[in-house]
């Protein structure tokens, strides 16, 4: 799961052109992370319904986790521009 959901935030960060500032963000904001998942985490019964609810309920488990999002900034590295 957490492969396709990567992948998926990849194309949709590059499509978009957030690609640099999701990295730039990953590098110099990571101490707030942990701050929004669990201010996410508050909004989280709203969006369980919605199609894209797996998706906000991946994103607070990787902003959560602070290896997880080293992982995950390490990914779109590697996938080039």
Known sequence: MQSMVWQEWAAFLKHWGLKPLALVMMEHARPLFPLAAQTMLLGAPLFKGVRFGTHYEALIEMLGDEDCTASFSEYLQ????
Not at 78 to 81: A, C, H, I, K
């Open 78 to 81: 590697e996938r080039g521009s």
